[in-house]
């Protein structure tokens, strides 16, 4: 589970849809004008109006059945092992702590490693992506001799595992971060915290491929190797009229021009841009902070902006920001080397911004691009594409010619899905190109933020200051724009004030190759947040999970997708549908509206990637809500297209406490996939989630994510034994080997083939 990431700290008065369909659903000619009205529900097949308040069950249209998928269902699992079907292999590439370079010794799985894990794989493995290298040393998009994988590295949240026993300050030994309520009254050891900062980032390794192009492991010492951490100095980039005003947010004690910035966190999914950089993308970076106790505060802006972010700042907590950070400003044991420890802490302690670390967090939020080739390439933060809990960063298909466009989600409760569509045209010349390509698409362009009508119809908002929504914004105490630079930085803010539409959770978002729709995974909200009132069509269930009873709302998420008007990256308007709902198989008709089997049953939709080789649409869960008969997953399926299912009426009902509500939906839910058009693939070890996916170009290999087995281990203290959930992978569960240490669990990037030689899902 990521950390901080249901959070919800979106307090706009953003109108739901949900108040317009209300009152169109009492009056039957108003419900037929929103069903024709419009001029979009004609695109969808077979519209039904069903009546309201006497429900029937509504017939969904079945989609024809496809022969794709050539494997057999995995079975739902609760066992410590990787399960893929038969006629599969499994082997690690690499796990958490592993060299980069001979410089280090082995991982020890106890501890006991140093300040070393810039020479080593991260922990908690999560995007990824493979680069083929052509003779020049340049990036290629074909099949070559040479490739290097590159891996995000997203959270410390099961730091407690690379100390010798668990984390040793703050009272609580052995807690996880979020539960230290103390640190500012205590120091944690130097050391510790340096293992902390680094085993976040992302890590480049070359990969040995042989004769056939079949991965065999990963290269000691290759040239190639790779760590960027919350450590390496990165460019801060973005529009030329405004760099100077984003440059001013990013002014701190370490660089008072603001020109450059340290690093990078918390990285979950990932992008790849058609010129061969890598954009890792910076999530729940707003847990890392921390304000002693009595501290000066910051401006008033600064706190009404970490308030929309949730940036942990423990004195400010009368003050409604949440969490307790990390304590990594504490150390005394140390040297606080480039301010290495002191850059942690958030008080106003100096007499400027200049003079202190006020700033930081406006330092991270971004998209930050790498160049995975060229290891004395600096990465830069791209400011143009905004600041929130970037989840990923998705590039529709490149058409020569024209403008890119980037689809990203922010992650948390309510939170928003955002488009950056590039000022540059797509020259395929540019492949290859690193860092200066960047320059030229990533840092002039415009940024819209997404509006999902219950029509079907969408809109993209352009979150630019000539917009008076935007100047007269005052729904944060405090805070006003004054600039186009400020909605780089304070992008959230700039959202809520042109009415984005909250959604339940943005995670991963993906390209049908097939026809450039974009599919984004939602992949919950709580009861709190989404009610039969709030639900609108674009989120339309909130219901009581009845079996196991493991959360209500949306407990198991759904994933939307859109088509662009006329396909154009540059598009102001799409339509959207459903493409289906996670469910248990035994749910109820009403929230298991995608008919799904023990075969295809699933929660918490995550991660999602198309594959270019077979076109197959890939769902990995990050789930809390289904743990109890399955661990997460990876599911193969095989989409349609926007609209080959109809418009929905979706009866929600939700019990919390002694109250009940009720509500009716309109939505549009693709057609129904089926079995043959959507199975289980893998099931993780205990405690684990499914995160980064990508492939060898002839689709034979493929490469899996496991993030963090053995999640839900208790936490340990002096007095008390380490008993873990998982062993996994040094128990070789679900491999033809183990893989390290027998002792505590370690994420690890999975390389799956077929045993035949074949493609991975056919
Ligand atoms: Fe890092 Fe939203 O998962
Ligand atoms: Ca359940
Ligand atoms: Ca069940
Ligand atoms: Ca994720």
């Given at each position: 589970?990521?950390i ?5 700290c979106n ?10 369909l209300?009152?169109a ?7 037929n004008?929103?069903r024709g ?23 969904l ?10 494997f ?5 699992s ?15 590439l690499?796990?958490?702590g592993?060299?980069?370079?001979s ?9 006991l ?6 020479e ?11 680069f083929?290298?052509d003779a020049n040393?340049?990036?290629?998009t ?9 891996v ?11 100390h010798p ?9 052995g ?5 230290f ?21 992302i890590?480049v ?8 192009g079949?991965p065999t492991?990963?290269?000691t010492?290759s ?5 960027i951490?919350?450590?390496t100095?990165v ?19 370490f660089d008072t021009?603001?020109?450059?910035a340290r ?10 841009t ?5 954009l890792g993308?910076?999530?729940?970076w ?5 304000m002693p106790?009595?501290?000066?505060l910051?401006?008033?802006k ?9 940036v942990?700042?423990?004195?400010l ?15 005394t044991?140390?040297d606080?080397?480039?301010?290495r420890?002191s ?11 200049a003079?202190?670390?006020r700033?930081?967090p ?5 998209i ?16 143009a ?28 409760r309510?939170?928003y899905?955002?488009?950056?569509v ?12 690193g860092?200066?390509a960047g ?7 415009k940024?819209y933020?997404a ?5 079907g ?7 630019n200051?000539?917009n008076p ?9 405090g805070?006003?724009?004054?600039n ?9 803010l700039?959202?809520?004030?042109v009415?984005?539409t909250?959604?339940d ?12 729709e ?8 709580s ?10 069509g ?7 999970d ?5 959360g209500s709302?949306n407990?198991?998420?759904?994933i ?7 396909n ?8 959207w ?13 009403n929230?298991?509206l995608?008919?799904?089997t023990?075969?295809n ?8 990637w198309?594959?270019?080789s077979t076109g197959?649409?890939?769902i ?13 997953m990876?599911l193969?399926?095989v ?7 109809g ?18 939906t309109?939505t549009?839910i693709g057609?129904v996939l089926?079995?043959?058009?959507l ?6 070890p205990?405690g684990?989630e ?6 060898t170009a002839?689709?034979k290999?493929l490469?899996v ?23 996994w992978?040094?128990n ?11 002792g505590?669990?370690?994420s ?13 899902g056919?």
């Amino acid at each position: 589970m990521p950390i901080n990431d249901d959070i919800d700290c979106n307090n706009s008065s953003n109108v739901h849809f949900q108040d317009v369909l209300t009152q169109a659903l009492k009056d039957p000619s108003r419900r037929n004008m929103l069903r024709g009205g419009m001029g979009l529900a004609a695109m969808f097949a077979l519209p039904m109006l069903p009546g309201c308040g006497g429900l029937t069950t509504p017939t969904l249209s079945e989609l024809p059945s496809s022969s794709l998928l050539g494997f057999n269902a995995v079975t739902k699992s609760i066992l410590d092992q990787v399960l893929v079907p038969a006629g599969y292999s499994v082997k690690v590439l690499h796990a958490t702590g592993d060299r980069l370079t001979s410089n280090v010794t082995q991982f020890s799985g106890q501890g006991l490693e140093t300040d070393d894990w810039n020479e080593r794989i991260g922990d908690h493995h999560d995007g990824m992506d493979i680069f083929y290298i052509d003779a020049n040393g340049r990036y290629s998009t074909k099949a070559t001799a040479r490739a290097v994988l590159a891996v995000n590295h997203e959270s410390s949240a099961d730091s407690h595992f690379l100390h010798p026993k668990g984390q040793t300050s703050g009272g609580v030994n052995g807690k996880k971060f979020s539960q230290f309520g103390d640190w500012d009254t205590k120091a944690r050891p130097g050391l510790e915290v340096l293992k902390e900062i680094n085993l976040h980032g992302i890590s480049v390794a070359e990969i040995s491929l042989d004769a056939s192009g079949k991965p065999t492991g990963y290269i000691t010492d290759s040239a190639l190797n790779r760590r960027i951490t919350p450590q390496t100095v990165v460019d801060v980039q973005g529009p030329a009229a405004h760099l100077s005003s984003i440059r001013s947010m990013f002014v701190t004690r370490f660089d008072t021009s603001g020109a450059t910035a340290r690093g990078t966190l918390n990285n979950c999914g990932h992008g790849l841009t058609p010129w061969g950089t890598y954009l890792g993308c910076e999530e729940n970076w707003a847990a890392y902070w921390n304000m002693p106790a009595g501290a000066a505060l910051p401006e008033a802006k600064i706190i009404a902006s970490r308030k929309r972010y949730g940036v942990s700042s423990v004195a400010l907590s009368s003050t409604a920001t949440t969490g307790s950070g990390q304590g990594w400003y504490t150390p005394t044991d140390m040297d606080d080397t480039d301010f290495r420890f002191s850059r942690w802490n958030v008080a106003a302690v100096g007499a400027s911004a200049a003079a202190d670390f006020r700033q930081e967090p406006q330092t991270f939020g971004y998209i930050l691009e790498v160049d995975p080739l060229n290891p004395t390439a600096r990465p830069a933060k791209r400011t143009a594409l905004g600041r929130f809990a970037h989840e990923a960063a998705v590039c529709g298909i490149p058409v020569v010619g024209k403008p890119l466009a980037f689809y990203m989600g922010c992650d948390s409760r309510n939170e928003y899905i955002y488009k950056f569509v590039s000022a540059a045209n797509w020259d395929a010349a540019d492949i290859g190109g690193g860092m200066a390509a960047g320059n030229k698409y990533l840092n002039e362009g415009k940024l819209y933020v997404a509006k999902f009508s219950s029509t079907g119809a969408g809109e993209w908002v352009e979150l630019n200051i000539s917009n008076p929504l935007i100047t007269s914004y005052a729904g944060a105490a405090g805070f006003t724009f004054t600039n186009q630079a400020e909605i780089y930085v304070h992008t959230r803010l700039a959202a809520d004030a042109v009415g984005a539409t909250k959604m339940d959770r943005p995670e991963w978002g993906a390209v049908n190759p097939a026809n450039g729709e974009i599919y984004f995974a939602l992949t919950n909200n709580s009861a709190a947040n989404r009610t039969p009132a709030t639900a609108d069509g674009a989120n339309p269930r909130s219901y009581n999970d009845a079996d196991g009873k493991k959360g209500s709302g949306n407990p198991n998420g759904h994933i939307i997708r859109f088509k662009e008007q006329d396909n154009s990256s540059t598009a102001l308007g799409f339509k959207w549908d459903i493409y289906v709902f996670g469910a248990e198989e035994d749910m109820p008709a009403n929230v298991n509206l995608s008919k799904l089997t023990a075969n295809n049953s699933f929660s918490s939709p995550d991660g999602l990637w198309f594959s270019k080789s077979t076109g197959i649409c890939w769902i990995q869960t990050d789930d809390g809500a289904f743990t109890d008969e399955t661990n997460c997953m990876l599911l193969a399926s095989v989409p349609g297209s926007v609209g080959d299912g109809g418009e929905f009426y979706v009866d929600n009902e939700l019990t919390a406490g002694t109250s009940t509500s009720k509500g009716v939906t309109k939505t549009f839910i693709g057609g129904v996939l089926g079995e043959s058009r959507l199975r289980r693939f893998l099931v993780a070890p205990k405690g684990a989630e499914v995160t980064g996916l990508t492939e060898t170009a002839d689709g034979k290999t493929l490469f899996v994510n496991i993030q963090h087995p053995g999640e839900n281990t208790p936490a340990w203290g002096t007095s008390a034994a380490l008993t873990v959930e998982s062993t996994w992978p040094g128990n070789g569960g679900g491999m033809s080997a183990a893989y390290g240490p027998l002792g505590r669990p370690r994420s690890a990037t999975l390389v799956i083939t077929k045993n035949d030689g074949g493609k991975i899902g056919l």
